[in-house]
């Protein structure tokens, strides 16, 4: 699981739940892939992120360091950081861990790179 | 990149693995890799839906076609499947092939509705269940969904017979649908109660295209 996919999982599928975001992750397996660089698809995407949720990322990947903590401006004028968001949102592969629902305590597994979000029928 | 040709794309995507038990009530059929090489090439070379963007497979099964999506250049394909074996497979054909851009999130399409990936992806595609084993009309559920998560285009196949049909609810719900290609689309004996070897149906291959807001 890339963490720009992490950026988009919910548990608000789960009943009761009002936002279920963002879910707190954990990394106990992860692995760095080789992925073109696109600035520009970088940029585009960048509106449909939620920043808390990249910097929260970035916390657990230990790579606070390359990534501030509130979302600059002009982030399209600075390649560098640019290139630093692509390779946390799309070369780190999160192969173990799992993700927390931060209003339930419902476990999401992640194994062997797949994220499991289903709810038992119970749950809904 | 230089673009993939249409008969290189058909040759990897027979190395991809299909379903190794496929479950009838989930409408297991693998998506052929010539029809997943054509769908992918046309997207690509005629509307410029796949390289660089953002593509979700909705019911992506062993990934098929989030492989073709991948080897023809979208920056991040996100496959989406409720079984469990199936996303195993995935997996593994996407470790095999050393893919970098494409994830898989076990989940059920319907619940994406209303969630975070509204609106996120450029291209939605996929190979919908027919809703003819005991779930009618849940390739339509499907396509109300992708409709949803969408931005730009969406690609679906469905059977031909329900065509006028599709084109109703699909501007109900704001888009433009038109049919691409007409298919004959082989099913293997993949099942035990499939009596013929192989059996053709015809199936239409959509594109269907966002209505800007």
Same mark, same amino acid.
Not at chain 1, 62 to 67: F, H, K, V, Y
């Given at each position: 699981?890339?963490?720009?996919?992490?950026?988009?999982?919910?548990?608000?599928?789960?009943?009761?739940?009002?936002?279920?975001?963002?879910?707190?992750?954990?990394?106990?397996?992860?692995?760095?892939?080789?992925?073109?660089?696109?600035?520009?698809?970088?940029?585009?995407?960048?509106?449909?992120?939620?920043?808390?949720?990249?910097?929260?990322?970035?916390?657990?990947?230990?790579?606070?360091?390359?990534?501030?903590?509130?979302?600059?401006?002009?982030?399209?004028?600075?390649?560098?950081?640019?290139?630093?968001?692509?390779?946390?949102?799309?070369?780190?592969?999160?192969?173990?861990?799992?993700?927390?629902?931060?209003?339930?305590?419902?476990?999401?597994?992640?194994?062997?790179?797949?994220?499991?979000?289903?709810?038992?029928?119970?749950?809904? | 990149?230089?673009?993939?040709?249409?008969?290189?794309?058909?040759?990897?995507?027979?190395?991809?693995?299909?379903?190794?038990?496929?479950?009838?009530?989930?409408?297991?059929?693998?998506?052929?890799?010539?029809?997943?090489?054509?769908?992918?090439?046309?997207?690509?070379?005629?509307?410029?839906?796949?390289?660089?963007?953002?593509?979700?497979?909705?019911?992506?099964?062993?990934?098929?076609?989030?492989?073709?999506?991948?080897?023809?250049?979208?920056?991040?394909?996100?496959? *989406?499947?409720?079984?469990?074996? %199936?996303?195993?497979?995935? #997996?593994?054909?996407? &470790?095999?092939?050393? /893919?970098? +851009?494409?994830?898989?999130?076990?989940?059920?399409?319907?619940?994406?509705?209303?969630?975070?990936?509204?609106?996120?992806?450029?291209?939605?595609?996929?190979?919908?269940? *027919?809703?003819?084993?005991?779930? %009618?009309?849940?390739?339509? #559920?499907?396509?109300? &969904?992708?409709?949803? /998560?969408? +931005?730009?285009?969406?690609?679906?196949?469905?059977?031909?017979?329900?065509?006028?049909?599709?084109?109703?609810?699909?501007?109900?719900?704001?888009?433009?649908?038109?049919?691409?290609?007409?298919?004959?689309?082989?099913?293997?004996?993949?099942?035990?109660?499939?009596?013929?070897?192989?059996?053709?149906?015809?199936?239409?291959?959509?594109?269907?295209?966002?209505?800007?807001?």
């Amino acid at each position: 699981m890339k963490l720009s996919t992490y950026n988009f999982l919910t548990s608000m599928a789960i009943k009761g739940v009002k936002v279920g975001f963002p879910l707190k992750l954990t990394i106990s397996k992860k692995e760095v892939v080789e992925s073109e660089f696109n600035p520009t698809f970088v940029e585009r995407i960048l509106p449909k992120l939620d920043w808390s949720a990249v910097y929260g990322a970035a916390q657990v990947a230990e790579l606070t360091e390359d990534i501030p903590a509130v979302q600059p401006e002009n982030i399209g004028e600075n390649e560098l950081l640019l290139q630093k968001l692509h390779h946390l949102l799309f070369e780190i592969d999160v192969l173990e861990g799992q993700l927390e629902c931060p209003e339930t305590g419902r476990v999401f597994p992640i194994t062997d790179g797949i994220p499991n979000m289903l709810l038992n029928e119970d749950e809904v | 990149m230089a673009r993939m040709k249409l008969r290189k794309l058909e040759e990897y995507l027979q190395g991809v693995d299909g379903f190794e038990q496929p479950k009838i009530l989930l409408e297991q059929y693998p998506t052929p890799p010539h029809i997943a090489a054509c769908m992918a090439h046309h997207m690509q070379s005629q509307h410029e839906d796949i390289e660089g963007k953002l593509v979700g497979d909705l019911g992506c099964g062993c990934g098929m076609l989030s492989i073709a999506s991948t080897l023809l250049g979208a920056q991040l394909t996100v496959g *989406f499947e409720l079984d469990g074996d %199936a996303v195993d497979t995935f #997996r593994g054909n996407v &470790v095999e092939m050393e /893919l970098p +851009n494409v994830d898989c999130v076990r989940a059920d399409v319907l619940q994406l509705i209303g969630s975070k990936w509204e609106k996120s992806f450029d291209t939605v595609l996929m190979n919908p269940p *027919f809703g003819t084993k005991h779930n %009618a009309g849940m390739d339509m #559920r499907f396509l109300e &969904v992708a409709l949803r /998560l969408a +931005n730009r285009a969406v690609y679906s196949l469905h059977k031909t017979s329900t065509r006028s049909y599709i084109q109703k609810k699909a501007l109900e719900w704001g888009a433009r649908g038109s049919v691409v290609a007409e298919l004959r689309y082989n099913i293997d004996a993949s099942y035990k109660f499939h009596k013929q070897k192989s059996k053709d149906i015809e199936v239409d291959f959509w594109r269907f295209e966002i209505g800007q807001e």
